[in-house]
T-cell receptor, first 116, second 118 residues
Framework: DQQVKQNSPSLSVQEGRISILNCDYTNSMFDYFLWYKKYPAEGPTFLISISSIKDKNEDGRFTVFLNKSAKHLSLHIVPSQPGDSAVYFCAATANAGGTSYGKLTFGQGTILTVHP | NAGVTQTPKFHILKTGQSMTLQCAQDMNHGYMSWYRQDPGMGLRLIYYSAAAGTTDKEVPNGYNVSRLNTEDFPLRLVSAAPSQTSVYLC??????????????????FGPGTRLTVT
């Protein structure tokens, strides 16, 4: 039962253009969402997050949008750079009694390739 | 700070053998977790510990953990099977302080152990 889904295994974008990575979830209990970036042979690193009480969070070139009614979030990267080429994972977590924020449910990942 | 360290980086195991994957963090984090990463599946949570002395199993069989102190969270494969071929990632984060509502802390991941079971 995949509670967090990234339906696009890969995305190819030209340098300078916008990259849009999508993520859908099914569990209504999720109240915090995160994006992680992973380079080969390294662990994932945190990129940006959003609480369920917001619909947008921005950090430099990265913006995450949350549509709770559609159970959908997206990561926008503008402008895209070759160094952004990596696997991007969407993750979700739920604060059940204040003890569950340590558990993340991840999507399958999207491989982003930014061409110079 | 070294952050989250994992050893070994790579290992090949025969079916039925046992092995312990090591994970350590030096950030005084309460939460520690083990995930496995498989192609097309993303990262899946295997075991979780909210603090030293407590563990919470997320998958039914084949793995065991201990959390004797804050720093170390070793993962043991009891009798390895080919289905356990994967990249294993250890993560840690601060526990949410009691009484405070709000955002979860960032999880820090180790570089991973690539395990092949033949």
């Amino acid at each position: 039962d995949q509670q967090v889904k990234q339906n696009s295994p890969s995305l190819s974008v030209q340098e300078g253009r916008i990259s849009i990575l999508n993520c859908d979830y099914t569990n209504s209990m999720f109240d915090y969402f995160l994006w992680y970036k992973k380079y080969p042979a390294e662990g994932p690193t945190f990129l940006i997050s959003i609480s369920s009480i917001k619909d947008k969070n921005e950090d430099g070139r990265f913006t995450v949008f949350l549509n709770k009614s559609a159970k959908h979030l997206s990561l926008h990267i503008v402008p895209s750079q070759p160094g952004d080429s990596a696997v991007y994972f969407c993750a979700a977590t739920a604060n059940a009694g204040g003890t569950s924020y340590g558990k993340l449910t991840f999507g399958q990942g999207t491989i982003l390739t930014v061409h110079p | 700070n070294a952050g989250v360290t994992q050893t070994p980086k790579f290992h090949i195991l025969k079916t039925g053998q046992s092995m312990t994957l090591q994970c350590a963090q030096d950030m005084n984090h309460g939460y520690m977790s083990w995930y496995r990463q498989d192609p097309g599946m993303g990262l899946r949570l295997i075991y979780y510990s909210a603090a030293a002395g407590t563990t919470d199993k997320e998958v039914p069989n084949g793995y065991n953990v201990s959390r004797l102190n804050t720093e170390d969270f070793p993962l043991r494969l009891v009798s390895a099977a080919p289905s356990q071929t994967s990249v294993y990632l250890c993560a840690s984060s601060y526990s949410k302080p009691p009484g405070l509502a709000g955002v979860p802390y960032e999880q820090y991941f180790g570089p991973g152990t690539r395990l092949t079971v033949t």
